[in-house]
């Protein structure tokens, strides 16, 4: 047993039996190296790392390996889940170094932090091009010990490189009809017309890109727009990266197609895509879309959500086969002989040809991932989900066949060895959570997810925030982790929370938003309106982090940028409000030229431009005219709703009811429409295009 026991990362407790020597990130783990005069070895990665548990397979479990380096090295492992900001100051100098990154990420560290040789997976032997990992240990230990000064000039280069770089944050305000076009027009440029999405292989659900495709439809009208947004939807909805079986996404898909996923489940994706396709069911009212919203919510529920009451992480891509090996996609794909055991001769046929399992297989050694080719039939879903997740029998003959079929598939798909749960609970990922469970409950008349949202903001009320709001980044079985939040558990959970307020009439999680967005402001802003992705208090590294692109989830800028928003709008508070807009000012740099990277800075960038609206309603939440007010397309509005004159949402203040009825009121660019009772008239108010 290493150093690693008794820490909460799950990742870092896979590795706390190896005989190597780990430490976990620490000033004591620096200090050692400096006395013993050796260089440090960062390994990164994460939990549902496909290629973290070949290496550490290959290699940290390999004794000879391992003895390596417990002699030349001080090793040091890191979650990246859990130390984003460590992750990302390195990933920076790697991909600086060598053009491209990835996990696990290898580094080489003097003993003051400064990196000065690069890598990501290496194999046992060499091959493909790459060299073997005991080559690599070998020639660090040759390079350290006869050329140390070597060493230190080009650790001392890559320092300075890393400090000389500025970030253009555009520092001119936020963008306009004329940048978001431009953005808007980047994307038509690099959409897939045939099969959804943008780019080519590995594609990655685009959910912060549709999200701003969606709003831009709402607020201008623009067809093409909500066409990109539905057709993607579609595609993805029958692809293999969407479990056809049980609900939710995986990372994302290795061929163009969606067909082939890497079949690792991340909260953050099915959290954002559920989001996403509740916002596509509101624009269109597409059954499809409900359906799999209303499908990954419930996977979300059932797979990842813990005894504590919060989201779990991810689940692993790789589980046993029937032979015992541990490989990617066991749980998940299908052989016709394996249809032909569970359904019998004449249902695996129809099972076959629905779901596209073919006898050659569209996986590896004749196995299919489950999809719904165009000719399933099944283009509107199954007419929505019970709590399980599952299928409800509706439509016609085949609808109904294939709901049973899924049934007993799903059934004995039970029976086998499940993927490893990362158990951990991420503040950022459970704020994206919140937000998508809370409303799509609301949209679709489910208030067990509405409380399934609430218990997770619960939990990060009562484990996350501390007693003056600081963030804790993690935390597992109930325990709070010992690393700060970074800014996008601020942006993300502050959203989530507006959304909760927003569904429940519930101020209290108004006001927990406004803690905590107090803070971004106080410690995470610079000079012009840019954010940092760490406190100004936080741990100090050779470089402080600050990414504003949107990746796999909203960039800490970005979220932040939309919750204070969003917060403003809710209070009139302006020094919110200026903070959003002097944080956007990078959408405005970088979104017409790499629009894909920064959807979630043109989401918010379009609530901006549409106010955003700010909606009262005064009355019991839950009635209809609340329900509409959620229902309303307009980009990024706000609602708040209960009784006129409570003091939990400054919105409601003045706003008694007309006629003793419940009343709506929207407002916004400082302007308020007459107030009405009318649902349908307050329908017409928030439709978005004007």
Known sequence: MNRLAGVTSPYLLQHADNPVDWWPWSPEAFEEARRRDVPVLLSVGYSSCHWCHVMAHESFEDEATAAYMNEHFVSVKVDREERPDVDAVYMEAVQAATGQGGWPMTVFLTADAEPFYFGTYFPPESRHGMPAFRQVLEGVTAAWTGRRDEVGEVAGRIVRDLSERSLAHGGDG????????????????????????????????????????????????????????????????????????????????????????????????????????????????????????????????????????????????????????????????????????????????????????????????????????????????????????????????????????????????????????DDKIVAAWNGLAIAALAETGAYFDRPDLVERATEAADLLVRVHMGPVARLVRTSKDGRAGEHAGVLEDYGDVAEGFLALAAVTGEGAWLEFAGFLLDIVLQHFRGEGGQLYDTADDAEQLIRRPQDPTDSATPAGWTAAAGALLSYAAHTGSEPHRTAAEEALGVVKALGPRAPRFIGWGLAVAEALLDGPREVAVAGPAGGELHRTALLGRAPGAVVAAGEPGGAEFPLLADRPLVDGAPTAYVCRHFVCEAPTTDPEALARALGGAV
């Open 174 to 421: 936020p963008p306009g009809e004329a940048e978001l076009a431009q953005a808007l027009l980047g994307l038509t440029r690099d959409y897939d017309e045939k099969r959804g999405g943008f780019g080519g292989a590995p594609k990655f659900p685009p959910s912060m890109a549709l999200e701003f495709l969606l709003r831009h439809h709402a607020r201008t009208g623009a067809d093409g727009a909500l066409q990109m947004a539905a057709d993607t939807c579609e595609a993805m909805a029958r692809g293999g990266i969407y479990d056809q079986l049980g609900g939710g996404f995986a990372r994302y898909s290795v061929d163009r197609d969606w067909v082939v996923p890497h079949f690792e489940k991340m909260l953050y994706d099915n959290a954002l895509l559920c989001r996403v396709y509740a916002h596509l069911w509101r624009s269109t009212g597409s059954e499809l879309a409900r359906r799999v919203a209303l499908e990954t919510a419930y996977f979300m529920v059932r797979e990842l959500r813990t005894p504590e009451g919060g989201f779990a992480s991810a689940l692993d891509a790789d589980s046993e086969d029937a032979a015992g090996r541990h490989v990617e996609g066991a749980y998940y794909v299908w052989t016709p002989a394996q249809l032909r055991e569970v359904l019998g001769e004449e249902d695996a046929a129809f099972a076959a040809a629905y779901f596209g399992v073919t006898e050659e297989g569209t996986f590896e050694e004749g196995s299919s991932v489950l999809q719904l080719p165009g000719g399933s039939g099944e283009s509107g879903g199954t007419g929505g989900t019970g709590e399980s997740g599952g299928p409800r029998r509706s439509g016609g003959p085949d609808a109904l066949r294939a709901a049973g079929v899924r049934e007993r598939l799903l059934a004995a798909r039970e029976a086998r060895p499940r993927p490893g749960r």
